[in-house]
């Protein structure tokens, strides 16, 4: 049931995009339920965006529940907590939820089930500087939870920009995805007023909370609780429903008109923006003390009980999937939604920060897709791709192996949303295409920023031997002047024996000056071979 | 291992080659219509010798045969080529036309995709310049000549060369109304005596204007359907009908209307269903309108100044080499990279 644009404000447009089955009422039927204290929770000290946290626990320590086990390292990095009170029985490398497969630090906690709290202090944000805010965030560990872990904190220093508009994003636009709908149905007054702590620390101007059309429980929810908040210039806009809408530049673009070019900051233009669930996460950690340890995350897909929990970071997705019900025939998980996610290496993994859903799959929900043709340039890609990009030449270019071309044609503005794959009658996988792309790119450029070092290294070195042996010369030249000078002084007039001498003398000294220069010249060729 | 998205729409190339196939049909069946049967053999005959090609090519090419073959691709080549070719040509033209199209105008260029210019006109180009007396047989509609063929005889004259005694080609067949027009505009008749003549039926020719219908019926369904964009048909059949009329207005005894110029000749099927070949055609949409535009002024000059009875085919082939420079200089500007922000 379409909501309809009730709005009082003008909306704009972005090119393309698509509109795949939402598969969203299958987890939205029950309430967002707590799921119970797993048996063993694996932290991974790296969840979020930048550096791994350095681990301060020791193995054998028994933590309470939010005490600090990860200290930031590093401007780019946040802090990572004990999800419950218990003993650290390791902190080695394991098995992570991330596309490589490859193993990360990690703190193993067992729980004792007495969910002790370290102690809590709430503050009132009014009476703090944005300063003093932002590094509250840091340590508790606030990331942002649409899906990239991004530090918080970062987003909100702002070094002389002015903001005049806060966006929250509630649209979830993937399909299966739930976790931000339930929490905007059931916690909303919590989200708005996370999102009013936000615009306190950004000084901005107005709210815009963007939801698409097919969530009307939420939006009605929402725009509840900012009336009974009496909140001023806050304002929850119901966008229409299309996939990527709400990747944050779409949103920006659709809520504001601006289009924040690849590279370009969004707060360049005025403009940030966070995503519901990390507003409530600001919420709980000003007004409860209460550090990141546990999410919403959606269980759908081929489980017989589709539902959203509230789970504590680190708990392994397997005891998730119990709760779901997965049915016989599953063959894989999805971590994320069906357009971006990526298949787990493993059910063990734990939960992370960015963990938004698990879609259980299997060979009928998502059928292997059908043998891959040649493109035949019918560009419905193009006609889809909200970055106004050409993917049909990015393809032709990543095939062909012309990164160069490949660039200067934008390949750097894809968002990877898989908008043109998702059309594409010749089912190429064109998004993996594009990633090899980058990922060659990148890895040229390392190459040659390495390659760029090393001839400045050596162009330094050959200029200090250069300097060195200059420098050699001229406290030689000085000290012959000062010796004939002394000798001029003595004013003895020489006698003819001596006068030889002396020319004997200088004859063999720029003897062995003609020596010691062809030695050094002959070292320098030996330097340049 | 799998990679996202891992959902997509269920669409292939082998279902839209097979709506462009099915949207050609009202202009076939209005085509069996008013000119005989004759059509349908020189299109199985095309779809026969296609098929064969394309699977010896991909054999020969090491590539995979099946798959290509269900792509449909290759009957669309056949069928517009059948379409563009006389009906009584001799059976080895069309196998001629439809094997050059194949072999050489898209696998040696790299089969599917790849193919630079369309393949069908090629095989008519190659048609009509090796043997324009035969790509003269053009059928005469019922009711406008004295004798017609039988379909029996019609296949007789197709296959062997023959035809029944009494009769002589001339009698049967008839130039087609763009050929007409030229022909008797060179003897200096006045334009409105010309049109009067039976051959030009309502507005473009008796049974051709209908066949054009048809096509221009199945090109509102592709369309419709979105397997083309309206910016090829739309420049294509803009230009003509502007280039007509301003010559129309100017001199209405020596230069036909818009009108005449739109549903004579290949106007419509180039239109709808030649020029809009995604593979040989640009991919911006900016790039479609500068490629169909210049194909309207190619095909206008063709006919009205030069030699060939119709100008779509050259006019589509001269606008193919010009495909890559006009998609270089048609990019669109990228998000965020674009001129006017609130």
Known sequence: MPVGNDNMRKLYHFHGGIHPPSNKTQSTRATIARAPLPAKLVIPLHQHAGETAKPVARVGERVLKGQLIGMPDGIVSSAVHASTSGTITAIDMQLIAHPSGLPNLCATLIPDGEEEWVPRKAIDYRDHSPAGLQHLLRMAGVVGLGGAAFPSDLKLSLDRHKITTLVLNGAECEPYITCDDMLMRERAAEIVQGAEMLRFMLDAEEVLIGIEDNKPEAIASMRAAVAAGGHRRMEVIAVPTVYPGGGAKQLIRVLTGIEVAAGVRSTDKGVQCFNVATAYTVHRAFAHGEPLLSRIVTITGNVLHPRNYEVLIGTPIAELVALGGALPDTDSYIMGGPMMGFPLPSVQVPLVKATNCIIASSKKIFPPPPPVMPCIRCTRCADVCPADLQPQDLFWFAQSREFGRAQAFNLFDCIECGACSYVCPSHIPLVQYYRFAKSEIHAREHDKQLADKARVRHDYREQRIEREKQEKADKLAAREKAAQAARLAGAQPLTAQQQAEQAELETSRAHIRELAQSAVEHADEGTTK | ?342
């Open chain 2, 1 to 342: 291992m799998f990679f996202s998205p891992l959902i997509s729409k269920s669409d292939s190339v082998s279902a839209i080659m097979l709506k462009v196939l099915l949207a050609l049909l009202p202009g076939i069946v209005l085509y069996v219509w008013y000119f005989g049967p004759a059509i349908l053999v020189s299109i199985t005959l095309a779809s026969l010798t296609a098929l064969g090609t394309e699977a010896l090519m991909l054999k020969l090419r090491d590539r995979p045969i099946m798959p290509f073959l269900k792509d449909n691709s290759a009957l669309l080549t056949a069928w517009l080529l059948a379409l563009s070719i006389p009906p009584l040509a001799p059976w080895w033209m069309v196998v001629v036309g439809t094997a050059f199209a194949i072999a050489i105008a898209k696998h040696l260029y790299g089969g599917l995709g790849n193919n630079m210019f369309n393949p069908a006109m090629v095989g008519y180009a190659v048609l009509i310049i090796s043997f324009p007396a035969q790509m003269t047989h053009w059928i005469a509609p019922h009711g406008m000549v004295i004798s017609e063929l039988t379909f029996p005889q019609q296949l007789d004259f197709i296959f062997h060369d023959v035809l029944p005694n009494s009769d002589t080609l001339d009698a049967l067949t008839m130039a087609t109304p763009l050929d007409t027009l030229k022909t008797h505009l060179h003897l200096d008749q006045p334009m409105r005596q010309i049109l009067d003549m039976p051959i030009y039926g309502r507005f473009a020719g008796h049974g051709s204007e209908m066949v054009a219908l048809g096509f221009l019926l199945g090109g509102l369904y592709l369309l419709a359907s979105r397997i083309i964009s309206w910016h090829i048909p739309a420049a294509f059949l803009g230009t003509l009908f502007v280039l007509a009329g301003i010559f129309h207005l100017v001199d209405p005894a020596h230069y036909a209307g818009p009108l005449f110029h739109w549903f004579a000749g290949a106007s419509m099927l180039g239109a709808f269903f030649i020029l809009t070949d995604p593979v040989s055609s640009p991919t911006t949409n900016n790039g479609r309108l500068i490629y169909a535009a210049g194909a309207g002024l190619l095909t206008y000059l063709i006919r009205v100044f030069g030699g060939f009875p119709d100008g779509v085919a050259f006019a589509t082939l001269l606008m193919n080499i010009c495909v890559p420079l006009i998609v270089l200089y048609t990019q669109p500007k990228v998000f965020g990279k674009k001129g006017s922000q609130p």
